[in-house]
Nanobody, 119 residues
Framework: QVRLVESGGGSVQAGGSLRLTCAASGGTISSHTMTWFRQGVGIMRQFVAWIDYGGRRTSYSDHVKGRFTISRDDQANQVYLQMNNLRPEDTALYYC????????????RGQGTQVTVAS
């Protein structure tokens, strides 16, 4: 089972940007679709973005569409989430997950990286 480790989180002011990285080991992401989720305090897990095998198709939640971009580098075995124009409501623990086609189901996930956006 592929192991995933996220990095790149931190604290930013509203309007700022962050780039999250999801690094895989123990397996290759090329055989997985990849999803970013987030979970805020007292809030259920929320779908953020999904990318298919090879990166030909992407999908985003309405909350982040136009501000966030998911991408992947199968050679580097990494997935990225570029987050622009961040808002306080984007504050959450962000984690990546490896799936087999589904936007919401996955076989493995990382522990997450915290993103905090101050107003």
């Amino acid at each position: 089972q592929v192991r995933l480790v996220e990095s790149g989180g931190g604290s930013v002011q509203a309007g700022g940007s962050l780039r999250l990285t999801c690094a895989a080991s123990g397996g290759t992401i090329s055989s997985h679709t990849m999803t970013w989720f987030r979970q805020g305090v007292g809030i259920m897990r929320q779908f953020v973005a999904w990318i298919d095998y090879g990166g030909r198709r992407t999908s985003y939640s309405d909350h982040v569409k136009g501000r966030f971009t998911i991408s992947r580098d199968d050679q580097a075995n990494q997935v990225y989430l570029q987050m622009n124009n961040l808002r306080p409501e984007d504050t959450a623990l962000y984690y990546c997950a490896a799936g087999s086609g589904s936007l919401y189901e996955y076989q493995s996930r990382g522990q997450g990286t915290q993103v905090t956006v101050a107003s």
